[in-house]
């Protein structure tokens, strides 16, 4: 079992930021060109996942990593498999 400062080979990235900001799109053409925020689809994002929108933000920024729980519930959002959003990075020594 790992200890709880161990430092792994890898980190994790994601395109988080990208999904948001197609989905932003989508919804703009849904409602026919009217105005849509960033801000809404991050919360809408939060609610479906049951987390905060802070917690979508920290995530997006790469701050946080989500739980696997969360992942996948993000991945189901956008309709994509959790892969093409969070990716393994190896670290470079």
């Known amino acids: 079992m790992a200890s709880k400062n161990q430092k792994y ?15 932003k799109a989508e919804k703009i053409a849904e409602k026919n060109g009217m105005q849509v925020l960033i801000r809404d689809v991050e919360e809408e994002l939060a609610q479906y996942c049951d987390v905060t929108r802070d917690t979508i933000l920290m995530i997006k920024r790469g701050v946080n990593q989500p739980s696997l729980a969360v992942a996948l519930k993000i991945a189901e959002y956008f309709n994509v ?10 670290n470079s020594i």
Do not use: A, D, G, M
């Not at 080979?9 to 989905?23: D, P, V, W």
């Not at 498999?81 to 190896?90: A, C, G």
């Open 81 to 90: 498999p959790v892969e093409e959003i969070f990716k393994l990075k190896e």
């Open 9 to 23: 080979s890898y980190t994790t990235t994601n395109s988080l930021k990208h999904f948001i900001t197609i989905r």
